[in-house]
């Protein structure tokens, strides 16, 4: 794993429905490859020439998108009314900075803020609920007018949290933002580079597929799907570890501990002859992974395993501390098990195995 393509991943601006960054730094490291975008921010790289390709496609998906926010209102004071692009936790927002895009594409530094402890009611200092509606961003301005003409910031600007990656050697260990779903991405990278020199002899076309605005509902998945048209996917995401707060016996999204594959979720039943398959190989190639029954949470397979004839998806998670926060920790080798389950799977393909899957062996 490149790990200076992740931190750039990683700093990319991209919250939902403005991805342009990630898809230009994706694009840098994809030169090998035929690399195309469409209207709505998706992404798709191929293998060279593969364009009058016969065989079975595997889509490998990962969202571009991250949580962010927009630009809702211009008070009169100067503070900036915004609502979420995804799903934070309100409680993790007051006191941090976000960076703010303005049209003509300057960045401009603001803070999280609600009303300050010095001037709550009693009742307020004892009420624990947040509402983004009373949440502000502050970028120093004293009026609404500064901010228009001075700032150049409009209603509809979108922001992201102000985090900068950080590598700790020493640990192998990144600290960063948008983990969810930047690792998804540097490991679609990651795959198709170690398949590259033999994707010749492989049983697969292997399509790589970044999607916009999963984060709020998704959206990109839709097209990607219906362009690729896969028979298989494997889906990659930056899961949320729960090893921070649950036992360690009962905890499924451990760091270094290896890929998560994701059983059930909100969204997908998985296929039973791909999970068999990918522990086999996993056993095989001495990969390291968890498995894991989600309570919640949703990916890309919603959308991808109910086009075309139904698509088989394998979901391979990054465990990933504090998804959907500014602030997240993950492992290297976390990464790298992932990409390795990834590139092993679809090696271990062929027309035999493909039809297990496709057709779980019922008849
Ligand atoms: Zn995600």
Redesign the pocket.
Known sequence: MDIEMFGKLSDAFGPSGFEEDVIRTIADYCKEFDVENDAMNNLYVRMPGTEKDSRPVIQLD??LD?CGFMVQNIQDNGCLGIIMLGGFHLTSLPAHAVWIRTRSGKMVHGIICAKPVHFMTTAERSSQTLEIEKMYVDVGATSREEVENVFGIHIGDPMMPDVTFEYDAEHEICFGKAF??RA?CACIVDTMKQLEKEQASLAVNVVGAFAAQ??VGTRGAVVTSQIVKPDLAIVF???PSDDFFISAGQAQGCMKKGVQIRILDNSYISNTQFISLAEEVAEKCGIKYQESVRRGGS??AAKISVTGKAVPCLVLGVPSRY?HSHYNFCAKEDLEAASAMAANVIRALDEEKIRHICHQDVL
Do not use: P
């Open positions: 990962a969202h991250a969810d779903n998804g999963e984060e995401e930056g899961s990916t890309n998804a």
